[in-house]
């Protein structure tokens, strides 16, 4: 199983942009989707956005449309998640996981977190107002 670390998390004021990234020990032949989650104090853990194999189809939760990018680079076996048009609300940790199912590059991706088996260690994202 392949292990997943996040990084870019800090914090920024409202409106401001910051990208995540999760860099992925192993890449090759890639079938699992990956996504992002995040999860506030006091908040239960919540989907942002998932991407699956091959990354012809990517997956946004309402409450990022618009503001966020999720993306991937297979040569340097990294997950990206561009936010943009940051607000108060996104303050949270931000993990990556990877799915326990593997996937086709022409299928979706699972939205329930509890279909994600392999998680980073999270990096948090702050915004004030």
């Known amino acids: 199983q392949a292990q997943l670390a996040e990084s870019g998390g800090g914090a920024v004021q409202t409106g401001g942009s910051l990208r995540l990234s999760c860099a992925a020990s192993?890449?090759?032949?890639?079938?699992?989707?990956l996504a992002w989650f995040r999860q506030a104090p006091g908040e239960e853990r919540e989907g942002v956005a998932a991407?699956?194999?091959?990354?012809?189809?990517?997956f946004y939760y309402n409450s990022v449309k618009g503001r966020f990018t999720i993306s991937q680079d297979d040569a340097k076996h990294t997950l990206y998640l561009q936010m943009n048009s940051l607000k108060p609300e996104d303050t949270a940790i931000y993990y990556c996981?990877?799915?326990?199912?593997?996937?086709?590059?022409?299928?979706?991706?699972?939205?329930?977190?509890?279909?994600?088996?392999?998680w980073g260690q999270g990096t948090q994202v702050t915004v004030s107002s």
């Open positions: 996981a990877a799915s326990r199912n593997a996937f086709t590059s022409a299928s979706g991706c699972p939205a329930n977190l509890d279909e994600y088996d392999n």
């Open positions: 192993e890449y090759s032949g890639r079938r699992n989707c």
């Open positions: 991407i699956n194999p091959g990354g012809s189809r990517t």
